[in-house]
């Protein structure tokens, strides 16, 4: 069993990926490096407010800042962040064509 630390850390990320705009935001920056403005247009987010989330993510190291001139884009840390994700989608998109339960976007 882990210690207590990497168990409170471990449930401090779930509980951050488990926010639908930030999983939202990890899935982007999965696809291509993003911008705040790119992800802000996306999710039709305030500047801010996706900078805040940004900044939570980063905070956990989920996500990386690349400075392109005078842009910066946001990507995955690494392949880590990018197997959970994928693990975490093919899990539960099998257990609901199994379960034939409609998977829906939360954004209709």
């Known amino acids: ?21 930030r999983l939202k935001i990890l899935l982007a920056c999965m696809d291509k490096p993003m911008s705040v403005t790119e992800l802000s247009e996306r999710f039709k987010l305030s500047m801010p407010l996706t ?35 994928a693990d975490l989608l093919n899990h539960f998109g099998e257990e609901a064509l199994c379960h034939n339960v409609p998977l829906k976007d939360s954004s209709e």
């Open 51 to 85: 900078s805040h989330h940004i900044g939570l993510l980063k905070s956990m190291q989920l996500i990386q800042a690349e400075r392109q001139g005078k842009q910066v884009f946001y990507h995955l840390k690494d392949e880590h962040v990018q197997c959970i994700l």
């Open 1 to 21: 069993m882990p210690q207590e630390g990497v168990l409170n850390l471990v449930a401090e990320i779930l509980r951050l990926m488990g926010e639908p705009t």
